[in-house]
């Protein structure tokens, strides 16, 4: 519950959802047993914490922003509470302030920085953007993973000026210039990457496309996705390795389901096949060793053994 994000919200703004609230039919539905260890099974400790970190959100200063700006900025930082899970957490659970909307761990996958300059590194623009968060998907991929339910049940619903307001937020009044990325030849490519190219044939081509142009209705591209992108490989090693279910977007757009290939490929391969579709199209120029890659696949299996 991101209370921490909503002390924000005004008064007006909280009695309109809790009227919406009241209309709808309650389900009966009884309260899951809670497992949680000491200290955190101690409810009590619960009004210490909020005394050190409930109220630490706060809105930076506005002045000389635009109005889009400022409703961008409370639609991000306080109804969407972007940050609850894209700003990284230390020991006591609450989000540092200092490194706000850098980028967060959350359930084994990283939500990755909002930051206007690393989202223009990444390619982003401001209709991107608008059209990522209303329908789905964009240029630079879809949603996936956390997000999605996202997209589901908030994002999709938000009205146009809301929607462009974000994104004037995330990415400035000015927006820094998108990064493009041009295709890295095969030749310019390390030897693991080259190898990859043909792991990439073997598993990935048949939806991605040869030349990773992707498929309308079937898979996203490889070039301007987002995920090759990131510098911390873990999100695009877990969707390799455990692939992601059947994606219904707005209006009559669907992604089919993309198996994983764990247990398919080696540690080897998955370090080949990463370091091509990162220097292909991700603009990511140093190898992954197989020390990484057991890393990433040991933090893998401790968060499913957490779950």
């Given at each position: 519950m991101p209370?921490t994000?909503?002390?924000?919200?005004?008064?007006?703004?909280?009695d309109a959802?809790?009227?919406?609230?009241m209309?709808?039919e309650p389900?009966?539905r009884?309260?899951?047993?809670?497992?949680?260890?000491?200290?955190f099974?101690?409810?009590?400790?619960l009004?210490?914490?909020?005394?050190?970190?409930?109220?630490?959100?706060?809105?930076?200063?506005?002045?000389?922003k635009s109005e889009?700006?400022?409703?961008?900025q409370?639609?991000?930082?306080?109804l969407?509470?972007?940050?609850?899970?894209?700003?990284?957490?230390?020991?006591?659970?609450?989000m540092?302030?200092d490194?706000?909307?850098?980028?967060?761990l959350?359930?084994g996958?990283?939500?990755?920085?909002?930051?206007a300059i690393?989202?223009?590194?990444?390619?982003?623009?401001?209709?991107d953007?608008?059209s990522f968060?209303?329908?789905?998907?964009?240029?630079q991929?879809t949603m996936?993973?956390?997000?999605?339910?996202?997209?589901?049940n908030?994002?999709?619903n938000?009205?146009?000026p809301?929607l462009a307001?974000m994104?004037t937020?995330?990415?400035g009044d000015q927006p820094?210039?998108a990064?493009?990325?041009?295709?890295v030849?095969l030749?310019?490519?390390?030897?693991?990457?080259?190898?990859?190219?043909?792991?990439y044939?073997?598993?990935?081509?048949?939806?991605?496309g040869?030349?990773?142009?992707g498929?309308?209705?079937i898979?996203?591209?490889?070039?301007?996705?987002?995920?090759?992108r990131?510098e911390?490989?873990?999100n695009l090693?877990r969707v390799?390795?455990?692939g992601i279910?059947?994606?219904q977007?707005?209006?009559?757009?669907?992604?089919q389901?993309?198996?994983?290939?764990?247990?398919k490929l080696?540690?080897?391969?998955l370090a080949d096949?990463l370091?091509?579709?990162r220097q292909?199209?991700g603009?990511?120029p140093?190898?992954l060793?197989?020390s990484?890659i057991e890393?990433l696949?040991a933090d893998?299996?401790?968060e499913h053994k957490?779950?």
């Amino acid at each position: 519950m991101p209370y921490t994000s909503y002390h924000l919200m005004p008064r007006e703004d909280a009695d309109a959802i809790h009227t919406y609230l009241m209309t709808v039919e309650p389900i009966n539905r009884a309260a899951p047993v809670t497992s949680l260890s000491f200290p955190f099974n101690v409810r009590l400790g619960l009004m210490g914490w909020n005394m050190l970190y409930g109220k630490d959100v706060k809105l930076a200063p506005a002045d000389g922003k635009s109005e889009a700006w400022k409703r961008g900025q409370y639609m991000v930082d306080v109804l969407g509470h972007c940050g609850e899970c894209h700003t990284p957490r230390g020991l006591p659970g609450a989000m540092q302030q200092d490194k706000r909307l850098t980028g967060g761990l959350l359930n084994g996958y990283l939500a990755p920085s909002l930051l206007a300059i690393d989202l223009a590194a990444r390619g982003w623009t401001h209709q991107d953007l608008r059209s990522f968060l209303k329908h789905g998907l964009s240029a630079q991929g879809t949603m996936f993973n956390e997000m999605f339910p996202v997209f589901h049940n908030s994002t999709q619903n938000l009205n146009d000026p809301d929607l462009a307001a974000m994104a004037t937020y995330l990415l400035g009044d000015q927006p820094p210039q998108a990064k493009v990325l041009a295709e890295v030849p095969l030749a310019k490519m390390t030897e693991s990457a080259q190898r990859g190219r043909q792991d990439y044939l073997n598993v990935c081509a048949g939806c991605h496309g040869v030349a990773g142009e992707g498929k309308p209705h079937i898979a996203v591209a490889m070039q301007g996705n987002t995920t090759l992108r990131l510098e911390d490989p873990r999100n695009l090693s877990r969707v390799i390795e455990e692939g992601i279910g059947e994606q219904q977007f707005a209006g009559f757009e669907r992604m089919q389901p993309m198996p994983g290939f764990a247990g398919k490929l080696d540690n080897q391969q998955l370090a080949d096949l990463l370091n091509y579709l990162r220097q292909a199209w991700g603009g990511q120029p140093a190898d992954l060793v197989l020390s990484q890659i057991e890393q990433l696949k040991a933090d893998a299996a401790t968060e499913h053994k957490a779950r």
